[in-house]
Every structure is written in C-alpha cells, then in structure tokens.
C-alpha cells in the first residue's frame, strides 16, 4: 500500500495510507449509479446529501444519473473533534426541500455506529415521503451498534479512520482525491 507521510506540522502518527484509489473509486460510483437508475429513474427523487462529508460522493454520483432528478442537502453533527463520536445527532441546517409525498435517497459518505441514518431516516419518514432509501458510499459494519438497513453499498470497508473524497478528520483531508485511512 502506498504510504505517505503528511509534511508541516503534522507527525508520523498522521500518516495514511491509500485504501480506495479514485479509479476504484469511479467504478464503485458507476455501479452505484447503475443500480439507483433502475429503480429511480421516472420518478424525479430527492437526493439528500448528508453534509459535508457526502459532497463529493454527491457531485459525482448525480453526473452519474442522467434522468431529471433534485437534490438537497442536510447537515447533521453526530462527531465531535476527532475520531470519537458524540452519539447524539443534531440538525445543524435543515432542508429546504418538501419531502412529503417525493421518493426520498439518501446519500451518506460512510455508515459507522449507524446512529446519524438511523437518526436522519427516522427524521424523514415522519414526513412521510413517497419511498425512503439509503445509498452509502462505504459501510463499516464492524462498528455498527444500531440497525440500520442500507440500499445501496459502495464499498465495506474495515475498521479503520477513513479521510479523503470529502471525509475528515478535524475537517482535514477532504480535498484527497483517493480514499485513505489514518495509522491508529
Ligand atoms: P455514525 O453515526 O457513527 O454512523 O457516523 C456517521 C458519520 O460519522 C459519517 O457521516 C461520517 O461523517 C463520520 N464518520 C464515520 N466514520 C468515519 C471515519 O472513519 N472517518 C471520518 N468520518 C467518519
Ligand atoms: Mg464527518
């Protein structure tokens, strides 16, 4: 695996490793595409992107889908600095979207515990939106403590701390191109 050690300021335990390359990368959003066009295609859905680690995932997978479609985002705070999550999920910034009524995907970068979709679907289905699904770029079942049942799965992934296409650590490292994980 390619190593590299992050320059200025930052010290070896910092170091990460390319876990998903962007051409893998591209194949898992292609397929993820495929699938969602199947089953969403003529019925104008409503993407929700879950802020702001699904931003790329996002630009990438609507190019990916050529029928009419609409997207929003939302921006939840389950984290709290570093690795540890908080375990209670708040709306940060709400929607300005209708659900009700609309065939409802929601886009997340990487399902962990579970706790922020499992949060987010309830959230929606109480606005009782025509269909309801989950597409997760990656899913780290290992870690999961609640139930959460998803559509579509890009890639699983072990447990490991993932930054890169739009995932951070202390708001570093979205702007990497490849999927990487962080040395524990
Ligand atoms: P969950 O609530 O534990 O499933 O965590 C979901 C959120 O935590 C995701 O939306 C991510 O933004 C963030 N997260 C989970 N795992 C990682 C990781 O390995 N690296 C960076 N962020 C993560
Ligand atoms: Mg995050």
Known sequence: MLKTIISSGMDSSDARHVLISRGEIASVVARLASAIS???RDKNPLLIGILK???IFMSD???ALDFSLELD???LSSYGRGRQTSGSVRVVQGLRSEVPGRHVLV???IVDTGITVAFLLEYLKKKKPASLALCTLLDKPSRRRVPVTIDYTGMTVPDKFIVGYGI?????FRNLPDI???ED
Not at 168 to 172: P, T, V
């Open 168 to 172: 951070d650590c202390d708001e570093k």
């Open 53 to 55: 680690g699904s931003f």
């Open 61 to 63: 997978l609507v190019r």
């Open 38 to 40: 199947r089953d969403l």
């Open 107 to 109: 886009v997340e970068d």
């Open 180 to 182: 990487c994980y962080l």
């Open 73 to 75: 985002f939302i921006r």
